[in-house]
Structures are given as structure tokens and as C-alpha cells.
């Protein structure tokens, strides 16, 4: 059952932490200590800083050392006198050129009044479900058989481990309906969340649920549902992560996923023009009240 959120770890550095990422020196920090340090330093919010990463989440691999050549661009509207990111500050804008790769993504409003994030060509950031439900957390275990660490028999793993300090938030891999939240045997504390389409994703060995979190409750992608723990057959504190499609439990890292979003006819007309609109603000920024936020990530203090 929900549970109360576990005490802040000082060591957490997630998505969702408002602390200052610390690095150790003399080394290169990971790409995710980069990108808070580099938002924090041009005064963006924690709002539009937890984005930001959500954003990257599906195709940026935290815990990998920078490169000097990883940059970060991003621009956003309505900044207060001293201009860092006010309440109403909204990211229009944004560019990563991390590990030889460049994507940027565009703000922009659909249809039925929402707003969401496209590459130039039109295709939407948030894919139908997130390989890694724990963005701070370290790949530990893969898919497949292996000798059981606490049974001692070689036996099918069923998922991926991903490890972090107790307490580390966990997100929704996706957009759906909380199945189960509750014990589970060798699991220990798990959710289950139905997807569309036959999908399903498993959350194991957590602490504690977030408040709110019980079954047919509604979620969101990237929402934090629970707390990493090693409740169960655990023999330290990792997340044990199971997608099942159609009742079959398949290895999240490899199994091919629905793509997002694409737009056509004239929601793509619509978003070239808004598209062209961003490119000339991003040009014009310096007479605006816009900011665009420019560092060498691993030069960022």
C-alpha cells in the first residue's frame, strides 16, 4: 500500500532531486551531473530542469562519462528580472549533441489544447514506453538465463536489474493503469501497469509506494510511482524490471516498441510553421524575453 516517501539521500541523484549534482574531482562527472549543472548554472528551474531530462531519458544514457565535445542548447521563455527561469518560464526549445548524436526538439501545441515535443521532422520525443524506468540507476543484470544469486540453480531471469541507493525514485515507463500495487512473493513490493496494446511493465523489490499509487489508478509517463528498495529475493537494493506483451515476458532492452507520435497533413504544416518560428527566436533571442541556455557540458562548474 502507499507508503510515505523515504528520507532524501544525499548520494540520490536522480531525475526528480533537487540537490546539486557533486563530482568527484579529477574525474569527468556522468552526462547526467553535466546537464543539471549546466541548466542550474543558466538559471533554469527545477521544474524545467526535471524536463529536460525526461525529455533526453530515451536517448541518453546517463551514468556515461562526458565527452569536452557534449553540448546542451536550450531555450526558454519568460525569465524573471535576474534572467533565470520564472514560474511561468516554459521550455520552447531544446538541442543535445551528447556521445557524436544531435536531437533537437521542438515545443508544440496540438490539437485538443495539449502540448508535447517533436523533432524537426515532426516525430514526438515520448516513446511508447521508456527502456529504463530508473534514470539514475546503473544496468546490473540482463534478460535471459543465469544462475540466481540467492537459489543458487541457473534459472530464466525474467527482466533487467538496474541498481541505486534505497530511496532512488522509480518512473512509469509509460502511459497507463496501475494493475497491481501491492507484495509479491520473491518480488517484494510491485507494481503492475497495463499499457495499450497487450503491454505491460513490472516494478520489483521497491521500498514503498508513491502517494497516490494503488490499483486503477491512472499515470503518466516519466510520473514517479515508487522507491527503489530490495524487498524480496534481493540480495541488495535494485530495481528488477519486467515488460510483458500479450502475457509473454520478453527482454525490455532488445524487444521492438511502438513508435510515438508523427504528424501529418496539417498538424505538420502547423508545426513547420512553429518550427520556423522557434529557429527565428532562437536567432532574435538577444532582444526577447527568451533565454537560450549554451555550455560544453563537461566544462560546466
Request: proline content about 6%.
Given at each position: 500500500?502507499?507508503?510515505?516517501?523515504?528520507e532524501?539521500?544525499p548520494e540520490?541523484?536522480?531525475?526528480?532531486?533537487?540537490?546539486?549534482?557533486?563530482t568527484v574531482?579529477?574525474?569527468?562527472?556522468?552526462?547526467?551531473?553535466?546537464?543539471y549543472?549546466?541548466?542550474?548554472?543558466?538559471?533554469?528551474?527545477?521544474?524545467?530542469?526535471q524536463?529536460l531530462?525526461?525529455?533526453?531519458?530515451?536517448?541518453v544514457?546517463?551514468?556515461?562519462?562526458l565527452?569536452?565535445?557534449?553540448?546542451?542548447?536550450?531555450?526558454?521563455?519568460q525569465p524573471?528580472g535576474?534572467d533565470?527561469?520564472?514560474?511561468?518560464?516554459e521550455?520552447?526549445?531544446?538541442?543535445?549533441?551528447?556521445?557524436?548524436?544531435?536531437?533537437?526538439?521542438?515545443?508544440?501545441?496540438?490539437?485538443?489544447?495539449?502540448f508535447?515535443?517533436f523533432?524537426k521532422?515532426?516525430?514526438?520525443?515520448?516513446?511508447?514506453?521508456?527502456?529504463?524506468?530508473?534514470p539514475?540507476?546503473?544496468?546490473?543484470?540482463?534478460?535471459?538465463?543465469?544462475?540466481?544469486?540467492?537459489?543458487?540453480?541457473?534459472?530464466?531471469h525474467?527482466?533487467?536489474?538496474?541498481?541505486?541507493?534505497?530511496?532512488?525514485?522509480?518512473?512509469?515507463?509509460?502511459?497507463?493503469?496501475?494493475?497491481?500495487?501491492?507484495?509479491?512473493?520473491?518480488?517484494?513490493?510491485?507494481?503492475?501497469?497495463r499499457?495499450?496494446?497487450?503491454?505491460?511493465?513490472s516494478?520489483?523489490?521497491?521500498?514503498?509506494?508513491?502517494?497516490g499509487?494503488a490499483?486503477?489508478?491512472?499515470?503518466r509517463?516519466?510520473q514517479?510511482?515508487?522507491?527503489l528498495?530490495?524487498?524480496?529475493?534481493?540480495?541488495?537494493p535494485h530495481?528488477?524490471?519486467?515488460?510483458?506483451?500479450?502475457?509473454?515476458?520478453?527482454?525490455?532492452?532488445?524487444?521492438?516498441?511502438?513508435?510515438?507520435?508523427?504528424?501529418?497533413?496539417d498538424?505538420?504544416v502547423?508545426?513547420?510553421?512553429?518550427?520556423?518560428?522557434?529557429?527565428?527566436?532562437?536567432?532574435?533571442?538577444?532582444n526577447?524575453?527568451?533565454?537560450v541556455?549554451?555550455?560544453?557540458?563537461?566544462?560546466?562548474?
Amino acid at each position: 500500500m502507499p507508503a510515505q516517501e523515504p528520507e532524501p539521500n544525499p548520494e540520490l541523484l536522480t531525475a526528480f532531486d533537487d540537490s546539486p549534482p557533486q563530482t568527484v574531482r579529477g574525474s569527468l562527472p556522468s552526462i547526467y551531473d553535466g546537464i543539471y549543472r549546466a541548466a542550474y548554472s543558466y538559471g533554469m528551474s527545477k521544474r524545467l530542469t526535471q524536463q529536460l531530462v525526461r525529455l533526453l531519458a530515451s536517448d541518453v544514457d546517463f551514468q556515461s562519462r562526458l565527452n569536452p565535445s557534449d553540448r546542451i542548447e536550450v531555450l526558454f521563455s519568460q525569465p524573471d528580472g535576474d534572467d533565470a527561469a520564472s514560474d511561468d518560464s516554459e521550455l520552447l526549445y531544446v538541442s543535445a549533441s551528447i556521445g557524436g548524436t544531435t536531437r533537437s526538439l521542438y515545443r508544440f501545441q496540438l490539437e485538443d489544447g495539449s502540448f508535447d515535443y517533436f523533432d524537426k521532422d515532426g516525430r514526438s520525443a515520448r516513446q511508447f514506453l521508456l527502456r529504463n524506468p530508473l534514470p539514475a540507476g546503473k544496468f546490473r543484470s540482463g534478460f535471459g538465463a543465469r544462475k540466481h544469486p540467492i537459489l543458487g540453480y541457473t534459472r530464466m531471469h525474467t527482466g533487467v536489474d538496474w541498481s541505486a541507493p534505497i530511496g532512488t525514485p522509480i518512473i512509469a515507463a509509460g502511459n497507463g493503469v496501475v494493475e497491481k500495487a501491492g507484495w509479491a512473493g520473491g518480488y517484494g513490493k510491485q507494481i503492475i501497469i497495463r499499457h495499450a496494446n497487450g503491454y505491460e511493465t513490472s516494478y520489483n523489490h521497491q521500498t514503498s509506494f508513491a502517494k497516490g499509487i494503488a490499483p486503477g489508478v491512472r499515470v503518466r509517463q516519466g510520473q514517479v510511482i515508487g522507491y527503489l528498495g530490495q524487498t524480496g529475493l534481493a540480495t541488495g537494493p535494485h530495481l528488477h524490471y519486467e515488460l510483458m506483451v500479450n502475457g509473454t515476458k520478453v527482454d525490455p532492452m532488445r524487444v521492438r516498441l511502438p513508435t510515438g507520435r508523427v504528424l501529418k497533413g496539417d498538424d505538420l504544416v502547423a508545426f513547420k510553421r512553429e518550427r520556423e518560428r522557434i529557429d527565428e527566436l532562437l536567432r532574435q533571442q538577444e532582444n526577447g524575453p527568451l533565454k537560450v541556455a549554451s555550455a560544453k557540458l563537461a566544462a560546466s562548474e
